[in-house]
């Protein structure tokens, strides 16, 4: 059964699975499941310095992960945060037409988004290298997440600090297993 | 010559002589233009020990090795000297447009020697220079003296003039140009006025030649396509200079009340968002440089209302907003308009008030001293007095005019722990405190308490790594990383070559050295890569030190103010931090190849730069 999103059903449905798989999957989680961004926001919200640094932040924040196979990734997926005044409204993974729809769409290759949350990669220099793209460009948009970087630095710091496994590293078995979430969350949420 | 114009003017003022002079190619190689092309003069021609402002001191302006070409932000022209503020190197340089007028008039770069008996200007128009009584513009500020030239000579010609500072020998008093554009820094405004050249008066139309043209045009072409969709591009035209404002003071860097702390309670309502809403006309930009970080300015409301100029800059709201404690965005810009007309430096203008401030907070300072002046933390219109005491040299403006380091030397009574300068020029508004890298920055700065030197603030308060450099990144910006020294060397290196070259320092934040690179070969057709690119700045920075060493400088002169060695900061992100600056010291000459002891090159260095003929200075 496919939810549709924006509805009751599709929240209560959404909240409910990662409930389950909180409670099922091995942790550390695997980036790009629910249950990972789940813990993301949790950090997010409980952070007090995010919550000093981003108090005057306006704007949904959309992460997009590229499609990329060999990693796990058939399709693009979309990391919604719904951030207001150094508030972690939300954090989900929504689908395709909702994360577009998103404030300050953020796009990269999987492989730079794995190697920023290893701290391997500066975020900002992503930036400004154009690595990691604002999409579509705009230059007021542009403007505020300039000024912005710091939060964007200890967004990523939280991100770091949640136990993460990625797709590609996992066991042949385990990737199995999340490719087969994937098309689960496409089929049922749209995602 | 490609690139450079290969012609300088050496101008005695003394003699009212004007003779032309090639730049000797190899020269052009070793030093480019701009900074490094000025330095190398000044070194091999003034006397260790001179009179900064005596006739003897020389004063160079020189244009970059690319300004006036189509690159990103090629506009900028150094002034390089002895400063009377510190007694040592000084270079201070400007956009707007003047150096690239320089340049298409023929030359890229003025010396002017001794000192004229009556007031003076230059003009240069295409190529035929002379030298005019300039008795109807002394004792007239930058805009009215502007006005009296385009009047007189044509709107086409471009001027560079200082005001009533200059002319009243403050020791931070700038050369402006384009009206609003400041060579702010060291007091070479003084310099000039020393001389009593009021004026330089530029207009031209030659045309710079480019040694393989369409791999110039290729490659700037694709840097401008880079910089219009660049994040950093789009937040400085949006907020100006004053976007960094917010982002120094959530990391509890921004310095407050003469840096008693590193908070601001009220930074909302100087940031760059409140610029925006309550003076911003319009962003402007300097001569080919796609981000106009510039601000058209209007003062809507208020005593001073009407005022019209451009900025207030970052800097010009730290140091007159925060660090004087003055919320007021109007009375800031107009301090900003102030020091642009009376052609003064606003870090170090709003930097010493800051201090005077904190003197009679201590009772160091009474208003027996100020004639009855009550100068005080938080109050504007006192503020706003002491700029025109300052630039005329009136009352208490005469001992602020000499700058903080003089100041304290004079008062005593411990005010030397909280004159914000290092080797006499006066600190930018970032605390170093809140992070550390950033102090030995400004110790190790050729110029004095600098910012832009190494601008390694770019990655730790803006969390903006530079892209000219392999790396820049701080891991935590409040340790200590004796490794990290490395960055510091290699940003000071990398950002002379921007001032030798003429452009922007801003462009290293979005472009990287293979694409800087690349532009000077094609412009001058040298075989010129990121080893030479390195190379050069390295030099360059070098040059100037020996220059200093030469004039007394050791390691003990690297270091910072009391405050910020001893003093913990008392609130905020950065609570208890103080500079370790001896932990970075020596893996910074380490990496520098200095010598720990006197923090002057070795010779194996100066061998190593081509700088062979210095090793027995």
């Given at each position: 059964m496919m939810y549709q999103y924006g509805t009751r059903e599709w929240d209560e449905a959404y909240a409910k699975m990662i409930e389950e798989r909180r409670n099922t999957e091995q942790a550390p989680f695997i980036l790009g499941t629910p249950e990972w961004v789940s813990e993301f926001e949790k950090k997010i919200q409980a952070d007090e310095r995010y919550k000093e640094i981003a108090q005057k932040w306006e704007g949904s924040v959309v992460l997009v992960f590229k499609a990329d196979p060999q990693a796990g990734f058939d399709n693009d997926v979309f990391l919604f945060m719904d951030l207001w005044h150094g508030e972690c409204r939300s954090a989900r993974l929504v689908p395709p037409e909702i994360g577009r729809s998103g404030e300050y769409v953020l796009e990269a290759e999987y492989d730079r988004w794995k190697r920023i949350l290893k701290k391997e990669l500066n975020v900002v220099k992503e930036l400004a290298t154009r690595k990691?793209?604002?999409?579509?460009?705009e230059f007021k948009k542009a403007a505020k997440l300039t000024a912005a970087a710091q939060a964007a630095l200890r967004l990523v710091d939280l991100g770091s600090q949640v136990g993460t496994r990625f797709p590609d590293d996992v066991d042949a078995k385990q990737a199995e297993a999340f490719k087969a979430l994937l098309q689960e969350l496409k089929t049922e949420f749209a995602i | 010559m490609f690139g450079l114009m290969g012609k300088i003017l050496r101008v005695n003022l003394a003699k009212e002589s004007i003779l032309q002079e090639d730049i000797p190619e190899d020269m052009a190689r070793k030093f480019l233009g701009g900074r490094g092309l000025a330095t190398k003069y000044l070194f091999d021609e003034l006397e260790p020990?001179?009179?900064?402002?005596?006739?003897e001191n020389k004063l160079i302006f020189m244009s970059g090795?690319?300004?006036?070409?189509?690159?990103?932000?090629a506009s900028r022209y150094s002034i390089v000297t002895k400063s009377p503020l510190t007694g040592i190197w000084a270079q201070s340089s400007s956009g707007g447009r003047w150096g690239v007028d320089l340049k298409h008039s023929g030359f890229d770069g003025i010396i002017f020697e001794g000192a004229s008996e009556k007031p003076v200007y230059l003009i240069i128009d295409n190529e035929k220079a002379e030298l005019r009584d300039a008795a109807e513009l002394w004792g007239k500020n930058v805009s009215e003296t502007t006005w009296l030239l385009k009047k007189t000579l044509g709107n086409a010609f471009n001027v560079a003039a200082i005001g009533l500072a200059g002319e009243s020998l403050v020791s931070y008093a700038a050369v402006m140009n384009d009206l609003h554009r400041a060579a702010g820094r060291c007091g070479v405004g003084a310099v000039m006025g020393s001389k009593r050249l009021k004026a330089i008066a530029v207009r031209g139309s030659k045309e710079i030649a480019i040694a393989q043209e369409k791999a110039f045009h290729e490659v700037a072409g694709k840097q401008f396509e880079l910089l219009n969709e660049s994040i950093l591009g789009a937040g400085l035209e949006a907020y100006?200079?004053?976007?960094?404002l917010d982002m120094v003071n959530v990391c509890g860097g921004l310095p407050t009340r003469n840096w008693q702390?590193?908070?601001?309670?009220?930074?909302e309502k100087i940031n760059g968002e409140s610029l925006s809403e309550k003076v911003l006309v319009s962003p402007v930009g300097c001569f080919?440089?796609?981000?106009?970080?510039?601000r058209n300015s209007e003062?809507?409301?208020?005593?001073?209302?009407?005022q019209k100029g451009e900025g207030p800059e970052y800097e010009s709201i730290g140091t007159f907003g925060a660090m004087c404690d003055i919320s007021d965005l109007e009375a800031i810009t107009m301090a900003h308009y102030l020091c642009n007309d009376y052609g003064l430096d606003t870090i170090s203008c709003g930097n010493t008030i800051a201090f005077t401030m904190e003197c009679f907070e201590r009772g160091i300072l009474t208003k027996e001293d100020s004639d009855?002046?009550?100068?005080?933390?938080?109050?504007a219109d006192t503020m706003i007095q002491l700029v025109h005491k300052i630039a005329k040299r009136e009352g208490i403006g005469n001992l602020l005019a000499e700058g903080t380091r003089h100041m304290a030397r004079r008062l005593g009574r411990g005010s030397e722990r909280f004159a914000m300068n290092v080797k006499g020029l006066e600190l930018p508004a970032?605390?170093?405190?809140?992070?550390?890298i950033t102090g030995l920055a400004f110790a190790t700065a050729n110029r004095g308490g600098?910012?832009?030197?190494?601008?390694?603030q770019a990655p730790t308060y803006l969390a903006a790594p530079f892209l000219v450099i392999e790396e820049s990144e701080i891991?935590?910006?409040l340790k200590e990383n004796p490794q990290e020294a490395k960055v510091v060397k290699e940003l000071e290196d990398a950002l002379t070559v921007f001032d030798a070259a003429g452009c922007?320092?801003?462009?290293g934040l979005a472009l990287d050295a293979d694409e800087w690179s690349a532009i000077v070969a094609t412009l001058t057709?040298?075989?010129?890569?990121v080893e030479e690119f390195r190379k050069t700045g390295e030099r360059i920075y070098n040059l100037e030190r020996v220059f200093n060493i030469r004039e007394?400088?050791?390691?003990?002169?690297?270091t910072l103010p009391k405050r910020l060695l001893e003093?913990?900061?008392?609130?905020?992100?950065?609570?208890?931090q103080v500079n370790n600056l001896e932990i970075l010291l020596d893996p910074y000459y380490e990496f520098r190849g200095?010598?720990?002891?006197?923090?002057g090159p070795t010779p194996e260095k100066l061998r190593e730069l081509g700088l062979e003929e210095v090793i027995s200075t």
């Open positions: 990691l793209k604002l999409v579509p460009f | 020990g001179a009179d900064p402002l005596g006739p090795l690319l300004t006036g070409t189509p690159s990103p932000s100006g200079t004053a976007l960094v702390t590193g908070v601001c309670s009220f930074a080919s440089c796609p981000i106009k970080c510039g003062i809507r409301k208020g005593p001073y209302e009407g009855g002046l009550e100068i005080a933390f938080g109050n970032y605390d170093s405190r809140g992070a550390k600098d910012h832009i030197t190494a601008y390694v891991q935590d910006p922007c320092k801003f462009m057709g040298w075989d010129f890569g007394g400088i050791t390691r003990a002169d690297d003093e913990p900061l008392p609130e905020g992100p950065a609570e208890g200095w010598d720990k002891d006197t923090g």
